[in-house]
């Protein structure tokens, strides 16, 4: 599976971005895909995760929303009310046989994409 991040760039506090992740080699429907961000001189964080149901990290549940696109075998991340602490560099995941447990761990996804930049200015 490879997979594509793009979208990143940068907004002003309140603003919006839409990222999106582009997979070949496997369906995105057979697969659990999640977002994850990682900021200067933090360690990676869960973001939003989906399969059948989504999930996202409490920082940004009701900010984000994350959507699958069977037909064009993408998964997106509608990013709004964004806050300069949402400034990381996003990356998207996915693997299979993923439990709902599991779905918050970076070490439970076996393929992951390169990064996008997501700069949120005050």
């Known amino acids: 599976v490879q997979l594509q991040a793009s979208g990143g760039g940068l907004v002003q506090a309140g603003g919006s971005l839409r990222l999106s992740c582009a997979a070949s080699?496997?369906?995105?429907?057979?697969?659990?895909v999640g977002w994850f961000r990682q900021a200067p001189g933090k360690e990676r964080e869960f973001v939003a995760a989906?399969?059948?149901?989504?999930a996202y990290a409490d920082s940004v549940k009701g900010r984000f929303t994350i959507s699958r696109d069977n037909a064009k075998n993408t998964v997106s991340l509608q990013m709004s009310s964004l806050k300069p602490e949402d400034t990381a560099v996003y990356y998207c995941?996915?693997?299979?046989?993923?439990?709902?447990?599991?779905?918050?761990?970076?070490?439970?996804?076996?393929?992951w994409g390169q990064g996008t930049l997501v700069t949120v200015s005050s």
């Open positions: 080699g496997r369906t995105v429907s057979r697969l659990v």
């Open positions: 989906i399969k059948t149901n989504p």
């Open positions: 995941a996915a693997g299979s046989g993923i439990i709902l447990s599991s779905m918050r761990q970076g070490a439970a996804y076996n393929y």
